[in-house]
């Protein structure tokens, strides 16, 4: 029991809607990747394909592998050409390590910060700004610039030592992520990729997808913060975490969760299940 890891109920997914090609609709891809469509524009966040385990990361480099890229694109339903916009929310690997891949691909914009832009070069990119607005079809995507979640010593140590060992030191500790306000006619989507979030004035919103890898980690007063500023003061009436799997093995008919030793999701979903109720 005590080195078992966390898999959410079945019956907790959200079933696809058949109807969902005639509608504003979301498909989770894995990490922070998600996928917003209504039909006529997509967009695509973050985007990671690259799923390796540990040993064949320090073995490949870190690099993106193009290979499982399209095979994820592919299986999203995503192609040359359909794809509007693709944003990045910063510059760690398990964010940004595929997006000129993906962009090369698809043939989209790719909107990111500074750090990750000055990876590579693509003729079709735009940095990110805080609060700023970019428009696609009936989306409007806001960008806001808030902290990242804070990582214990241990993760640090464990994660500067993969990065020298698979020489991915592009992908340095990023101290702030972007989050995105996501409006599409009468529907506000927040997006939070990382654990963190400050409060915004006036921002009200349906739909939370919120990032909670590492909140197992943190003291109980850190997940409260994020559910008080990302959730109880947006109004939002369904939050859908994300950021809970296991980035180093692929995703098949089940999302495998992260590992009992690199964060306690139990403990993290037994708080959001409590701030839930009390809402």
């Not at 963190?196 to 997808?209: I, M, R």
Request: hydrophobic share 40%; glycine share 4%.
């Amino acid at each position: 029991i005590g080195c078992s890891t966390w898999q959410p109920p079945k019956d907790q997914y959200i079933q696809p809607d058949v109807n969902a090609d005639k509608q504003l609709n979301a498909t989770y891809l894995g990490a922070t990747s998600l996928v917003l469509s209504d039909g006529k524009d997509t967009i695509l966040f973050d985007g990671f394909f690259t799923r390796k385990s540990v040993p064949r990361l320090i073995k490949d480099d870190m690099v993106s592998d193009e290979q499982m890229v399209s095979k994820g694109l592919d299986r999203a339903g995503l192609h040359a050409n359909n794809l509007s916009a693709l944003f990045i929310a910063h510059n760690h690997y398990d964010h940004a390590l595929d997006a000129f891949t993906v962009a090369n691909q698809t043939n989209t914009i790719l909107h990111a910060p500074a750090d990750t832009l000055s990876i590579d070069v693509y003729k079709k990119e735009k940095e990110l700004a805080n609060e700023q607005e970019y428009a696609f079809g009936e989306f409007t995507i806001k960008a806001f610039l808030t902290p990242h979640v804070e990582k214990s010593f241990l993760v640090s140590v464990i994660e500067k030592a993969i990065n020298w060992l698979s020489e991915g030191s592009l992908y340095k500790e990023a101290k702030y992520a972007f989050s995105f306000l996501v409006t599409h006619k009468q529907k506000r989507i927040l997006i939070v990729p990382s654990a963190n979030f400050t409060p915004v004035e006036g921002l009200d919103v349906d739909t939370v997808f919120l990032g909670v890898g590492l909140l197992g980690t943190r003291p109980k007063e850190e997940t409260r913060l994020l559910w008080e500023n990302a959730v109880k003061r947006t109004n939002a009436s369904l939050v859908i975490p994300f950021h809970w799997d296991n980035i180093s093995k692929p995703i098949d008919d089940e999302i495998p969760a992260i590992p009992w030793y690199a964060d306690n999701l139990k403990k993290t979903m037994t708080r959001l299940n409590s701030f839930a109720q009390q809402n």
